[in-house]
């Protein structure tokens, strides 16, 4: 299989398990970082390798499921305003 598509199942990965850590009670300002070293600690179980490229990757990773959580929940916050909600 691609590297590449590896990388990218990855992702959801790590939202979830950041989302469960999110649930266990972490502050929000330290998810961003637990995505991150999540998402590095993941290309090292996959590829077995800890190099200068696993760590971008792996910092890639973290950084594409922290943008991809903030990026769905500002969606919805906006489209829950544009219906006439108002936040909490």
């Given amino acids: 299989m691609d590297t590449t598509i590896q990388l990218a199942t990855l992702i ?3 939202l979830g398990v950041t989302g ?3 649930i ?3 502050k929000e300002r330290f998810l961003p970082l637990s995505a ?3 998402g590095m600690a993941s290309v090292w179980a996959l590829t077995g ?3 200068g490229y696993g760590i971008i990757q792996g910092t890639i ?3 594409a499921s922290s ?3 903030s990026g769905t929940k500002n969606s919805f916050e906006n489209m829950r305003f544009s219906v006439g909600f108002k936040k909490k």
């Fill in 12 to 14: 959801p990965v790590v």
């Fill in 20 to 22: 469960a850590l999110r």
């Fill in 24 to 26: 266990l009670g972490i």
């Fill in 36 to 38: 991150i070293i999540l």
């Fill in 49 to 51: 390798i800890l190099s």
């Fill in 61 to 63: 990773v973290g950084l």
């Fill in 67 to 69: 943008g991809l959580w």
